[in-house]
T-cell receptor, first 114, second 112 residues
């Protein structure tokens, strides 16, 4: 089954404790992206990757890191999480990354930073 | 400030009624997508519109892209409880723009 898999689904951590949220897709998609979803703000893009070893900042990259060492994986790293990073995070992928290319989303990771 | 403004923010209707959700911007988009998101899941693509004035139908859902490609609407005829969800519009400014901007969404509740 074609899918984007994120882990974990829920994560509670404390300020400053490094964490990684994993994302994997099995559709051989070139493009992958991370979003955070907050009430009233919709989905905001954190980072995206157009291909292996090619990443770029989205609209809200501060406090986040990503890597794309393999085509299928695109982990999101929070080196020193803070409470304002409490949010619902989504990983997504698409064939080309162009605006008319459909995005396939994972089921989300709900992160709470205390 | 959101690049794409969606209205209304919340909508609650009775099963069988019609509804329309709007997505507006001052910017011109090369294409616009509509997604539906259910609780505990990621958004799922409903439709992509690319041509100004384009109308697409998906069963009881009708999507329209404005002539100037700055706005779009989603109309649901005879809503069912299964239509309940968060509806999101998303647009790209250029055909090679890899940044897709999302609206804040419209939460639709269809009551039985």
């Amino acid at each position: 089954e074609a899918q984007v898999t994120q882990n974990p689904r829920y994560l509670i951590t404390v300020t400053g404790k490094k964490l990684t949220v994993t994302c994997s897709q099995n559709m051989n998609h070139e493009y992958m992206s991370w979003y955070r979803q907050d009430p009233g703000l919709g989905l905001r893009q954190i980072y995206y990757s157009m291909n292996v070893e090619v990443t770029d900042k989205g609209d809200v990259p501060e406090g986040y890191k990503v890597s794309r060492k393999e085509k299928r994986n695109f982990p999101l790293i929070l080196e020193s999480p803070s409470p304002n990073q409490t949010s619902l995070y989504f990983c997504a992928s698409s064939l080309s990354g162009q605006p008319n290319s459909p995005l396939h989303f994972g089921n989300g990771t709900r992160l709470t930073v205390t | 400030t959101q690049l794409l403004e969606q209205s209304p923010q919340f909508l609650s209707i009775q099963e069988g009624e019609n509804l329309t959700v709007y997505c507006n911007s001052s910017s011109v988009f090369s294409s616009l997508q509509w997604y539906r998101q259910e609780p505990g899941e990621g958004p799922v693509l409903l439709v992509t519109v690319v041509t100004g004035g384009e109308v697409k139908k998906l069963k009881r859902l009708t999507f329209q892209f404005g002539d100037a490609r700055k706005d779009s609407s989603l109309h649901i005829t005879a809503a069912q409880t299964g239509d309940t969800g968060l509806y999101l519009c998303a647009g790209g400014l250029g055909s090679n723009d890899y940044k897709l901007s999302f609206g804040a969404g419209t939460t639709v509740t269809v009551r039985a």
